[in-house]
């Protein structure tokens, strides 16, 4: 629970102690105000949606008036924002919610922030399945931060995603290109040295010999897809199945949305790719 009444006993704790712990928003109010009682639900449901974050202490005017002297009130509504046992912003009279959101911003950590700490945290254990969705969300919700975009790119090129890592890094100015970005470009690097194994080659050459060979079409699309190729291997994948939906009793199809599946919702290939398909169906 993070919406606590405050009395002159309890001030200095829920108040003061707690400011250094977390963002208080201090609401003065009264009964008698219809501005107070309209206020008083926005900041309780922002309160909820930050738990960890904000602390909504609210302080009876009509019954703690040594509090409203303590701190000057002169009108009602009047709302603190107090950190580190200081008042650093806040406002009187009644307020529209997206104001009051604009306000808070500037205090209060944004959703896609812990999108990225827990996409790191993913990195450093190896697992960047689960960094990649994360990454993308917070690239778009933090208007394309260039720091995001290099952990972005890192993820995709450790899943020999080349393509689409070089199109994110693509995008980062030199200013930009911190540490990350270096370590993606050369993780590129690498994959692109390490492309193609023997068994991937052969199945290359055999499929330019006869392009015509379904069963080499198909077996070269399995491999790219194992090596991490998927663009390639789905374009292969639907180019099976244009020419004969019946081939091996619909394995490229099924193919297809088990990438699709793998790669998980949302992600811009899987989301290309399914149009592909639709399209193709219907």
């Known amino acids: 629970m993070n919406i606590?009444?405050?009395?002159?006993?309890n001030a200095q704790q829920t108040v003061i102690d707690e400011s250094f712990k977390r963002l208080v928003v201090v609401q003065f109010w009264s009964s008698r105000s219809p501005a107070c009682q309209n206020l008083m639900p926005i900041l309780e449901?922002?309160?909820?949606?930050?738990?960890?974050?904000?602390?909504?202490?609210?302080?009876?005017?009509?019954?703690q008036q040594m509090l409203v002297s303590q701190f000057g009130i002169q009108s009602l509504p009047t709302v603190m924002f107090i950190k580190d046992g200081q008042p650093v912003d806040g406002f009187a009279g009644e307020q529209p919610e997206p104001q009051i959101r604009e306000l808070l911003?500037?205090?209060?950590?944004?959703?896609w922030e812990a999108d990225v700490a827990q996409a790191k945290a993913f990195i450093d254990e190896a697992n960047y399945a689960e960094a990649l969705p994360l990454l993308r969300q917070a690239l778009e919700e933090s208007n394309q931060l260039p720091f995001v975009a290099n952990l972005l790119g890192l993820c995709y090129g450790e899943m020999n995603r080349v393509e689409e890592a070089e199109a994110v890094l693509a995008q980062v100015k030199m200013a930009d290109q911190d540490a990350t970005y270096q370590q993606a470009m050369a993780v590129l690097e690498l994959k692109k040295q390490a492309a193609n194994s023997p068994e991937l080659e052969k199945l290359q050459a055999e499929y330019d010999?006869?392009?015509d060979n379904l069963e080499a079409a198909y077996a070269l699309a399995v491999q790219m897809n194992e090596e991490g190729q998927h663009k390639n291997a789905l374009e292969l994948l639907l180019d099976i199945f244009k020419r004969d939906r019946t081939f091996k009793d619909g394995a490229p199809r099924k193919a297809i949305t088990d990438i699709l599946a793998a790669l998980g919702k949302g992600d811009p290939l899987a989301v290309e790719y399914q149009r592909k398909l639709f399209t193709l169906l219907y």
């Open 4 to 9: 606590f009444d405050v009395t002159a006993e």
């Open 45 to 63: 449901k922002i309160a909820g949606e930050y738990p960890n974050d904000l602390l909504l202490a609210k302080i009876n005017v009509d019954d």
């Open 105 to 111: 911003d500037k205090y209060l950590p944004k959703a």
């Open 209 to 211: 010999a006869n392009p």
